[in-house]
């Protein structure tokens, strides 16, 4: 089992910085990608932002190309998102994720293929 657990959401204002992390605990190898996911009030959860098994690979939702950056640290079992240029379309709560696929590495990451999910931390962005 493994469980994950994300940290450093809060309220900014628009322009402002973020960075949430994602430490994993239990059986953590670091054959799977890690990912962060959104999901805003009365919208569906969305793709953020992945990161390979090895961390070699990343990739971003057009919505946040540019403006965040997703890296992991096997060494300590968590994953990082640093958020820049934060815009109140941002607001959402934010959820790391554990592929089901060992070894996976490509451009496309649904909830469905997720195997483990944190609780979720919001991010309130102000104009």
């Known amino acids: 089992q493994v469980q994950l657990v994300e940290s450093g959401g809060g309220s900014v204002q628009a322009g402002g910085s973020l960075e949430l992390s994602c430490e994993a605990s239990?059986?953590?190898?670091?054959?799977?990608?890690m990912a962060w996911f959104r999901q805003a009030p009365g919208k569906e959860r969305e793709f953020v932002a992945a990161?390979?098994?090895?961390?070699?690979?990343?990739y971003y939702a057009d919505s946040v190309k540019g403006r965040f950056t997703i890296t992991r640290v096997n060494s300590r079992n968590t994953a990082y998102l640093q958020m820049n240029s934060l815009k109140p379309e941002d607001t959402a709560v934010y959820y790391c994720a554990r592929d089901r696929r060992a070894y996976y590495d490509a451009s496309y990451y649904s909830p469905n293929n997720m195997e483990y999910w944190g609780k979720g931390t919001p991010v309130t962005v102000s104009s």
């Open positions: 990161v390979s098994w090895g961390g070699r690979n990343t």
């Open positions: 239990g059986r953590t190898p670091s054959a799977y990608a």
